[in-house]
């Protein structure tokens, strides 16, 4: 019901015998490629390419295939099993890839997760996944091991670069390879966890086919391939890097990893190595351009810079197009609907600055080739164009669902296949997508999805805490910034500084408010709920746009 996957599975050999033991038509799934299937092509295809450098060391494709092959066979080594879940806790690194491909190979289910996160949120979601192995960064890999008892179905650490667990990478890259067995299309690949509406992380988890659809509609919408590609990664590969890697690997270019971001080292880096391809999110690009303006230098080897998870705002952009030239990509998404849903393109992004800036540059794009859109009403009906409505999608990239919560999933996509994606949107008449607000409570900061719950939560454990509401106010740097405000009870005393010590005491670091206000009381519906919306308006009161930029 869910994605292009169950269509297929719905197929009917009209009598001709086609359809396998596991329910599927095999004249289409023969022709529903996996990314396991493009990942092997990409070994054969470009073997003497450089796939990842790593200091003064390149691995080719060829060596790519070789070592993901062995890890495989090292990883089932291990008792892990096809369709067991796999946890990558690392920065970027060299590693990161070829633990990732051997996942997808092997028909591992593939996590990756940030590690900004608190320990807590760590156990939580290791827990929910059952994960039977984590490959850890030496100090992830020492926090897990204070932990193990509260973990009962994590069965081995990998450790890499060092630290404690059960074995370790290199080891094995020692195994014998494993033969490659096809992942079904219709299997899980990955579990995106994303945050709750509750506080509590959900997993959106992702067929084989719905990350190839992933990997096709990126295709689609980036500029052609070059022999000389190359893409340096300072977004986190456990979010927007991870995802638009794939599609990089499948066209043969060569990754390089930097694993802390720093704009002016990036910048070092895009000149001293040539670099074509930047994926960034909009906190990292506006920093980019700030440094840029600072700085003299030469960065026309760039001929895309990809950036995703919240919108810029149009003068920003604009500053970014006079230092960088017509380089900018944009795509739209979800976890639960990996992008792009839409795309604003490279031409899309070109405009005379003597004509002033187009209006489109504050839109997400137009809809990707083979993505539904329709914006609705809160009672479901197709609002007329030029009206907002919330944007519900519909598409084979579609999530299968949340992992192990069907209500969960019931209430985000219907029967029909079309998922809400809780923001409010509206078309122009040239097509073009314009997110105006958020139905959700969500917040957007520097790129990560937050849901003030989480951290009312941990804020409202603080005695002297009578109230509180968590909201998201425009920042120049950050998209929107957390801003928590609390209602103090009778007879106590509290400081912002208290306020954001509980936060980081017990979430990540991107979690905690960015500023505290004090007031005598929130705002209630005649129930009792507190309005978030009208606390959150009186910051969005200029444009007609009230997420950040």
Same mark, same amino acid.
């Given at each position: 019901m869910l994605s292009g996957t169950t269509q297929v599975g719905q197929g009917t050999s009209g009598g001709s015998g086609v359809i396998g033991p596991d329910g599927l038509d095999h004249r289409q799934r023969a022709t529903q490629v996996t990314v396991a299937d493009l990942y092997e092509r990409g070994y054969r295809q470009y073997g003497s390419r450089t796939a990842v450098r790593d200091g003064d060391t390149a691995i080719t494709y060829r060596e790519l295939g070789e070592r993901v092959h062995r890890i495989v066979g090292g990883i089932t080594g291990l008792g892990v099993r096809r369709g067991d879940r796999g946890v990558l806790l690392l920065g970027n690194c060299p590693e990161f890839f070829e633990i990732e491909h051997a996942l997808f190979l092997g028909g591992f289910v593939r996590t990756a997760l940030s590690i900004r996160l608190h320990l807590r949120e760590v156990v939580h979601? %290791?827990?929910?996944?059952?994960?039977? !192995? !984590?490959?850890?960064?030496? +100090?992830?890999?020492?926090? %897990?091991?204070?932990?193990?008892?509260?973990?009962?179905?994590?069965?081995?650490? !990998? /450790? !890499?670069?060092?630290?404690?667990?059960? /074995? /370790?990478?290199?080891? %094995?890259?020692?195994?014998? @390879?494993? @033969?490659?067995?096809? @992942?079904?299309?219709?299997?899980?690949?990955?579990?995106?966890? /994303?945050?709750?509406?509750?506080?509590? @992380?959900?997993?959106?988890?992702?067929?084989?086919?719905?990350?190839?659809?992933?990997?096709?509609? +990126?295709l689609l919408e980036l500029p052609p391939a070059r022999d000389d590609d190359l893409v340096l990664h300072v977004a986190p590969l456990s979010h927007l890097s991870g995802y638009v890697a794939p599609s990089y690997f499948v066209r043969g270019a060569t990754h390089l990893t930097c694993p802390k971001f720093d704009a002016t080292e990036t910048l070092e880096l895009v000149e001293r190595h040539g670099v074509t391809i930047l994926p960034m999110v909009p906190t990292m690009l506006n920093l980019l351009v700030l440094a840029a303006e600072r700085r003299t230098g030469d960065y026309g080897s760039l001929h895309t810079v990809v950036y995703a998870g919240s919108p810029i705002a149009p003068d920003r952009l604009a500053r970014a197009r006079q230092v960088f030239g017509d380089v900018f990509i944009q795509f739209y998404g979800l976890s639960e609907l990996p992008i792009p849903i839409a795309c604003l393109s490279r031409q899309d992004h070109s405009f005379d600055p003597a004509s002033g800036i187009p209006a489109r540059l504050a839109s997400a794009g137009r809809i990707s080739p083979f993505v539904e859109v329709k914006l609705v009403d809160d009672a479901g009906a197709e609002v007329p164009h030029g009206e907002v409505g919330e944007i519900t999608v519909r598409g084979d990239q579609t999530m299968m669902g949340y992992w192990h919560l069907p209500e969960a999933t019931a209430d985000m996509v219907d029967a029909e296949g079309w998922a809400s994606t809780g923001d409010l949107g509206r078309f122009d008449e040239d097509g073009y997508l314009y997110i105006v607000d958020r139905k959700k409570d969500m917040v957007v900061t520097g790129g990560f999805n937050v849901y003030p719950t989480e951290i009312e939560n941990v804020v409202s454990t603080l005695p002297a805490v009578s109230e509180v509401a968590v909201i998201g106010v425009p920042d120049p740097v950050w998209g929107e910034a957390l801003k928590a405000v609390v209602v103090v009870r009778d007879g106590y005393s509290l400081t912002p500084e208290e306020v954001v010590t509980v936060c980081s005491a017990h979430l990540a670091s991107y979690k905690k408010p960015r500023s505290v206000e004090f007031v005598t009381e929130l705002p209630k519906t005649g129930s009792g709920k507190i309005m978030r919306r009208q606390l959150r308006d009186r910051y969005w009161t200029a444009g007609d746009r009230k997420v950040g930029g």
């Open positions: 979601i %290791l827990t929910d996944c059952a994960a039977a !192995v !984590v490959f850890a960064a030496p +100090e992830w890999a020492e926090r %897990l091991a204070g932990v193990r008892d509260q973990l009962p179905a994590l069965r081995h650490v !990998v /450790t !890499v670069d060092g630290g404690p667990g059960d /074995t /370790t990478l290199d080891r %094995l890259r020692e195994a014998a @390879p494993a @033969p490659y067995t096809r @992942p079904l299309p219709h299997e899980p690949a990955a579990i995106l966890y /994303t945050s709750g509406t509750t506080g509590m @992380p959900k997993g959106a988890t992702l067929s084989h086919a719905n990350w190839a659809a992933m990997v096709r509609n +990126e």
